[in-house]
Every structure is written in C-alpha cells, then in structure tokens.
C-alpha cells in the first residue's frame, strides 16, 4: 500500500485566492513527522512546514499553514493568498521512525497552476 | 553557509559507461540522504548515511549501484555500467542530527544515450 497518496491531478487557482493541496498517508507508527517540499520548474526542492504526529496545533509558516487531521490521516496543505510564484509541483512526505532507521517516503506529488 | 552542493549539475554518458555524482553536505549535519527523480517514479530514497555509515540502502536499485561516505563532508553515487534507465535527476540531502528537514542540494540531471 502506498504510504502517502497525493490523488489530485493537477490543481489550478486564481491570484489572491487559497488554495488546498490534499495528502493522506499510512503508518501505523505513533510517533511519525509529515512534511510538504514544493519544486519549483527550476528543479530544487525546498521545505515548506513540518508537523509532527503529537503537535495538538496545526503547524503554519507563513502563507501555509497544514491542516491535520489525525484520525483520517490527512495533511493537507493550505495556501492564502495565492502568488504566480506559488506555481510549482507540491509534495507531501512522511518520516517513520523505526530503531534506527529514520527516513521520508514521498508523495506523487501535485502540479500547482497560479493563473493571473 | 553554501548549502548542499552537488556535481556535476549536468551529465551526459553513454551506456555502459561509469557514472560518478558528488554530493557536499551542510557542515554539521549527522544524516545524508540520495534520492532520485524520475517521471514515472517520482521521487525515491536510494541510500542514506548516518556520521559517515550507511544506515539503510534498501532503494539502492542494484549491484551497478554503489554510495560511500568517506568523511562527513563528502559522498558519492556511482553508476557502473550505466544503463538509459538509470536517466533522471539525483538529489543529495542533508539534516542535523536533532532536526526534522532536509536540506536538498540542486540535483544532478543524468542522461544515459
């Protein structure tokens, strides 16, 4: 079974407007951390926001915040106020931790268009 | 500080040929992480290191693939012999021991013809 699901095709949102990019993921861990890594077209990936599987607050960075939700084992990621440089490949990732092995599997990855 | 670095940006080799990608980390981080990007995989975890020692190579595709670390602040990937569908942008990463992120250099785009 995939670990983190990342279903939608391609998303599309006007300037100024928020939009959410959806995750859901798989573990049976306890203890686990849920990221997001945007990808510009320009190829490097850069960290968006961190949660934690014990955080009681969604975490937000700014324009981002990530909307938690534990019980349906979701992640998904909000964006106010969309910018033309928000539009980029999103990608949701999940770190389990087990003895010693401490890795982040990621999503498919979604394709975000910000049109003017 | 320079962030990770990796080199070469761009390869290009013919089939059958060694590869060998170079990666930097951040000075200071515990854990260094390659990846590699393809279109129909996305994004997998090939090997990573733990201060220096290989922690878990499960994503390594096959014996024609091979990481080393031998100090804290230089790892490498080698391809050999490289195949076509060895073709895709490798990532290095790096993390502090007690951090969450990761920290990704700009890739290395490889072509094999």
């Known amino acids: 079974a995939q670990k983190i699901t990342q279903t939608q095709p391609g998303m599309f949102v006007q300037e100024k407007e928020a939009v959410t990019l959806d995750c859901t993921y798989d573990t049976s861990d306890q203890s686990y951390g849920l990221f997001w890594y945007k990808q510009p077209s320009s190829g490097e990936m850069i960290f968006l926001i961190y949660q934690g599987s014990y955080d009681e607050q969604n975490a937000t960075e700014g324009r981002y915040s990530l909307n938690f939700q534990k019980a349906r084992k979701s992640a998904n990621l909000v964006i106010s106020a969309s910018q033309l440089g928000d539009s980029a490949m999103y990608f949701c990732a999940m770190r389990e931790v087990t003895g010693a092995n401490s890795k982040l599997t990621f999503g498919k990855g979604i394709t975000l268009s910000v049109r003017p | 500080d320079a962030g990770v670095i990796q080199s070469p940006r761009h390869e290009v080799t013919e089939m059958g040929q060694e590869v060998t990608l170079r990666c930097k980390p951040i000075s200071g981080h515990d854990y260094l992480f390659w990846y590699r990007q393809t279109m129909m995989r996305g994004l997998e975890l090939l090997i990573y290191?733990?201060?220096?020692?290989?922690?878990?190579d499960s994503g390594m595709p096959e014996d024609r693939f091979s990481a080393k670390m031998p100090n804290a602040s230089f790892s490498t990937l080698k391809i050999q012999p490289s195949e076509p569908r060895d073709s895709a942008v490798y990532f290095c990463?790096?993390?502090?021991?007690?951090?969450?992120?990761?920290?990704f250099g700009p890739g290395t785009r490889l072509t094999v013809t």
């Open positions: 990463a790096s993390r502090p021991g007690q951090g969450y992120e990761q920290y």
């Open positions: 290191f733990n201060n220096n020692v290989p922690i878990d």
